[in-house]
């Protein structure tokens, strides 16, 4: 006999229904400890499983292409969760006949609600590898019951690793032949999905909702889905994503070609599954334009490791004495620093110039000669772990004393030493991330720089999609920043980034800096006006606390400028030059840069805060654009 320990059935999680919402009608709770033997031989004498289904929909069209079918014990037992109900089972040892008793369950419920499309049908490894349940089992069944084998999706589920590649390949061949079509379910989360879609090329893969979940502002999940595309199609196999609950992951993952999609947000598990989808949905997946996609920051926390710049230098004891050590920088003259390494533990550096300056001197040879060479060596180096990352190590360097950027750092694993480090490589590698860096994402304001607003350009070209660009400049910047420096400076060019963040729509409109006081939303809100004239409003009102009061009151101050002559320059203001672009009305990114700085040009010439739209239809091909 086995018993089960549970909580009330009342407490026990059941992914068809969202935690927060109590049942209308509670079960009776039933004691903490059951007979578990008896509840599981109860529910397979009894047939007392109920079949729910969850819709699976084409991004493209908002179809329902299939439904998967998903098991319910009886709602008054400890087994109502399929969790608990497959734990007791192969507590049991009844695994097999439990997911044989699932299956049908699942399989003649469709076909008696008549169920439109495909059935996505759970079966785990394991039970596909018996091989006296292959020989037309399963055919025979569903043929009975009036179901086509290629309506029925085998989809494999992995609850333990899978070893023997062989015979699930020879498993799969089988079923294929018969008919039916094979998915792998939660890629990404299983002991060995990528390994199973290598070996099996199935039909469908589908996408584990961990990586769909909140894709939306995750940069990392987005590239892992794309990453996963990207291979699904050169393999021909097409791609499901789980776990969908907000119409924003939705519209990401449409942009990205995933082909079809699942979730709650599309319809729920239900004994009586809905035929269409919710109006909101199919609303939302017809209209026009493009998901904005999560940007990187410009320096992440999490970036490169100092790994990367580790060198492989030969140690030596404290036990040497200083002549030996003369000895080695004699024989190596581009060795500048030797490591002393203590039973792997790092106790200092010895610098090449420090050992020749001191042996230079009068005596000093013959008095420390024969000393250990720890009475030269630098007690106090840098010394840093090989994951710390590229960012900190240089803050950490840059407040330490000048030395060690020459001198270089110890790496070390676990406190033990693995080699060493030089400044210089760590300044080039700095100086390369924060170019790259530069072009994807401005370090000031952490907005997106050039290369994602011309890709985020690209795709709504791409899509037909109707939107307005909107190129934003700062009027007087340039004499502010000489007047009042550039510290006040970068106070107001990180004002307008969170001005112009304000008021755009984190889901249609994207919002970029070009560089320096140069901004650019693309807008696919349709009440663009609006939110440019509250822009716009918001900055004057705020740029008045960077001035005096008196300032403020003549609209501007008095300096001289650089040939020495006094000067009035006028408040900051800000001007919006904005142009409308419609389908196959541009081509390229260039051609709406174009466009869109001569609107802003436009703009400029306007007193004060301005904002300008260029209503003249653009020649798209013109060849100055092209």
Known sequence: MHTFALPSAMSIPDPAFPANVAYLKPPAPFPVTV??????????????????????????????IGYEGLIRGPSDSPLHAPMNLFKVARACGLTLEVEHLCRQVVLERFAELNLPGKLFLNVSPECLLLRNARHGETLEYIAQIGINPERVIIELTENQPTYDYELMREAVLHYRNMGFQIAIDDLGEGFSSLRLWSELRPEYVKIDMHFIQGINNDPVKLQFVRS???????????????????????????????????????????????????AEVVQALGRHGVAVYPQRSSLEKNGASIRKLLHRVSSISPAKNNNEVYEIFMKEPKLM?????????????????????????????????????????????????????????????????????????????????????TGHDLMREITQMQINAARYANPLTQLPGNVPINEHIDRLLHSGSRFWVCYCDLDHFKPFNDVYGYRKGDDVIQLTGEILSGHCDPNRDFIGHIGGDDFMILFQSEDWETRCQAILDDFAAAILAFYSVDDCERGGYISED????????????????????????????????TQAAEAKRQAKKIHGNSLFLDRRQAVANCADCA
Do not use: W
């Open 562 to 593: 650089r040939q020495g002559k006094k000067v009035f320059y006028s408040l900051i203001s800000l001007s919006l030059g904005v142009i409308k672009v419609s389908a196959h009305q541009y081509y390229t990114h260039h051609q709406i840069a």
């Open 35 to 64: 007979d578990a033997d008896d509840v599981l031989h109860d529910i397979l004498a009894g047939r007392k499983l109920t079949a729910l289904f969850q819709p699976i929909i084409q991004m493209a069209s908002g179809d329902i």
């Open 228 to 278: 996963i595309q990207e291979i699904a199609e050169k393999s021909g196999t097409l791609v499901i994503a789980e776990g969908i609950e907000a119409q924003t992951e939705l519209l990401v993952l449409r942009d990205l070609g995933v082909a079809f999609g699942q979730g709650y947000h599309l319809g729920r598990p239900n004994a009586m599954p809905a035929r269409a989808l919710p």
């Open 337 to 421: 620093i030797i490591p002393v390494v203590d039973n792997g533990v790092p106790l200092g550096l010895i610098s090449r110039f420090d050992m020749i300056d001191h042996f230079a001197r009068p005596y000093q040879r013959e008095l420390y000669g024969k000393k250990s060479c720890s009475v030269f060596m630098d007690a106090k180096p840098l010394i840093a772990d090989h994951e710390t990352s590229l960012q900190e190590l240089s803050y950490t360097m840059a407040q330490s004393d000048a030395h060690h950027l020459y001198n270089g750092f110890i790496i070390t694993e676990h406190g033990r030493y693995m080699g060493m480090g």
